[in-house]
């Protein structure tokens, strides 16, 4: 802004003509145009006060009329080409606009990502076209719309939207990296500490990691990292020693019926791109033989096949690069890895079973129990879907028998069950005790399907076909935690199962 002084000493300037006055009749008009003196302080004064009306293209047209006598003439002519001027303008800045939707619309058609990606931008930008002409806008407010839209808008949307959908992906993955060092960092040491393990491992284990956390946390692999190889080939040259002397005798009288049970429930297992290998059928024959002669008190029992599936996929797992290891074929390993692979399914599935073995003893106690515990829990918690099924005469032993004797392998894809385990063995008693909580919240998940079904076929049709073929690492997340929370309402009063 000038000084005062400089604003005090234009106004005082009177005795000569300032642009726009008028001159007094009789007086003799200047024989030279403004001085330049008067010029520049005048574009000093113009500069300081920013006159918003003014554009700036006709200060030649308007200095020159303060010059001359203001008479008609001069303003007319004056005032013409200033008209003519922003007709100009006005016919440029409309070739312009023209211009510039013909380069978003070639832009729009060799990035067909932008413009379904956001539709809403970029008919933003056609309607501050189209509706400045249709609602009789002038064209020099449409013009200072037109300048203020970018002229490449299509490149800023594109990054946008490519950092809108990288972000949470490489926000996940730096999740995962910091899970996947905390994991390696615990397993480093000299000593695992397996109570840190476990609660690392409860909200699931990365798969980098998971086939030595299941050997650690199923008991099959020592804490101390230097035992850990000697234990392994131990272990291992145990199970085939086993083989040698029991499995020939697989065709004795004594053994005939366990065997062609074993043979007759393999192809039913839930997997079936594995099931289909010649080389995992013998693999699997031998493990569930062999557990079945060296555990006399129950033998081989349907659904045993099941639980051999996770573990062996799991420590394929640590020999290949595939993502779908279903899909890949068993008998490209190397013999040497395919041994160890069933050893160590062997012995992991065999501690497994530990815990839970009187579900498979002569008439299954540990699973009527549960089946039993199931019921009373369920109608505690949700009364409504409880006492439905009892009015529908549906028991719960015609659908939770399966969810405790496979442990909810046939209910769920594979790849959930490894996720369901991974929390499994981080619980106390997990594969029994919290088993139950998890079948609890997953029958209350289906509550509003249930209270829909008013038959009994169909309840029981639903029921044993539950809709989970989509389900994912979230959902079991969400039900693990539901069942934790069960767990803590319940588990420390066993009077809440009795009504």
């Not at 020159?64 to 003519?84: C, P, R, S």
């Not at 497994?352 to 515990?373: C, E, H, R, S, W």
Request: hydrophobic share 35%; with cysteine; proline share 5%.
């Amino acid at each position: 802004m000038a000084s005062e002084g400089g604003r005090k000493q234009f106004w005082k300037r009177s005795g000569s003509k300032v642009p726009g006055s008028l001159m007094k009749p009789g007086s003799k008009p200047p024989t030279t145009p403004v001085k330049l003196k008067k010029v520049s302080t005048f574009q000093e004064f113009e500069s300081n006060t920013s006159d918003a009306w003014d554009l700036g293209d006709d200060d030649d047209e308007l200095f020159a009329m303060a010059a001359e006598n203001l008479n008609t003439d001069v303003v007319m002519e004056t005032a013409n080409k200033v008209i003519q001027n922003h007709s100009k303008l006005q016919e440029q800045h409309k070739l312009q606009e023209e211009q510039l939707q013909e380069d978003q619309s070639v832009q729009s058609a060799d990035l067909p990502s932008v413009t379904y990606g956001d539709k809403r931008l970029v008919k933003s930008v056609s309607e501050s076209h189209t509706s400045s002409s249709a609602d009789g806008v002038s064209e020099y407010s449409s013009m200072q719309r037109s300048q203020s839209l970018p002229h490449a808008p299509t490149a800023p949307v594109e990054r946008e939207m490519a950092d809108h959908n990288t972000s949470p992906t490489s926000a996940l993955t730096e999740r995962e990296a910091s899970r996947l060092d905390k994991f390696k960092q615990l397993l480093a040491g000299p000593n695992t500490n397996l109570d840190e393990l476990r609660k690392l491992s409860w909200s699931g284990i990365p798969k980098q990691v998971r086939p030595i956390t299941w050997k650690l946390l199923s008991g099959y692999l020592p804490a101390n990292v230097d035992r850990r190889e000697g234990t392994l080939q131990r272990k291992r040259k145990e199970y085939f020693a086993f083989i040698e002397q029991y499995y020939d005798s697989r065709n004795d009288e004594s053994h005939q019926d366990t065997y062609r049970q074993i043979h007759i429930d393999i192809p039913r297992m839930n997997t079936e791109a594995l099931r289909l290998q010649p080389k995992v059928t013998e693999i699997f024959e031998r493990i569930l033989f062999i557990w079945a002669i060296r555990h006399p008190a129950s033998g081989y029992v349907q659904g045993i096949n099941d639980l051999v599936t996770p573990f062996f996929v799991i420590f394929v797992c640590e020999y290949i690069a595939e993502e779908e290891v279903e899909n890949f074929d068993v008998s490209s390993l190397p013999e040497e890895v395919l041994q160890n692979i069933e050893a160590d399914s062997y012995w992991c599935m065999s501690k497994l079973l530990d815990g839970i073995q009187d579900n498979y003893t002569f008439a299954q106690p540990g699973i009527q129990k549960k089946v039993k515990m199931l019921e009373e829990l369920v109608s505690r918690i949700d009364e409504q879907v409880h006492r439905h099924l009892d009015r529908h005469e549906v028991k719960y032993l015609q659908f939770a028998f399966r969810w405790m004797n496979n442990l909810l392998m046939r209910e769920v894809p594979l790849r959930c069950t490894i996720r369901l385990w991974d929390t499994y063995q981080s619980e106390p008693e997990g594969f029994s005790h919290f088993h139950l909580y998890v079948c609890a919240a997953f029958l209350v998940r289906w509550r509003k399907e249930i209270l829909e079904e008013r038959d009994f076929q169909e309840l029981l049709i639903f029921l044993q076909n539950l809709p989970t073929m989509h389900w994912g690492n979230e959902d079991i997340s969400v039900l693990l935690a539901e069942a934790y929370r069960l767990k803590f309402a319940f588990a420390d009063a066993p009077n809440h199962y009795k009504k």
